[in-house]
């Protein structure tokens, strides 16, 4: 089974970024892929609702010590107590990894999937640190822009056009 990564800001969101994390979720159950997220609120909450609504299967990679910290749409909660160092495990646990809005916590998830030799989708259109580093070229790796929920799934399962 696929596993993608959607990352992006665990706070509050604007209603348009809920709604395209939510679609992802479904387009990565559909998929038949596994979602994979950090397992809280706003990003990773609105993903694994949507990917739950279209019976997918949901990981949370938790940076506390204790499962009740996941969102009640995660399937399978894995405690780290590694706080923010749980990003590794996110994006080394994924074949690809999908960023929505975010910030600082996923402006480092990038990193470290990029170093890993991951794919890096950014929906452009979701703003945050996504929108700001599609199509941007770092230490030679690309973060690829992707303008719509399903140009993101495709390019995520590599059946988009210059999805290298």
Known sequence: MRQIAVIGSGGPIPGEVRAMAEELGRAIARAGAA???????????????????????????????????????????IATGMGDARNVVNVRSADAVIAVHGGAGTLSEIGLA???????????????????????????????????????????????????
């Open 114 to 164: 990029l170093k890993a030799g991951r794919r890096v989708i950014a929906l452009e259109p979701s703003g945050g640190v996504a929108g700001l580093l599609a199509g941007m070229e770092i230490g030679g790796m690309r973060v690829i822009p992707a303008r719509s929920v399903e140009e993101a799934i495709e390019l995520a399962l590599g059946e988009g056009v210059g999805s290298g």
């Open 35 to 77: 979602l994979i997220t950090g397992g809280r609120g706003g990003v990773m909450e609105a993903a694994c609702k949507g990917a739950k609504e279209a019976g997918g299967l949901t990981i949370g990679i938790l940076p506390g010590p204790g499962r009740d910290e996941a969102n009640p749409y995660v399937d399978i909660a």
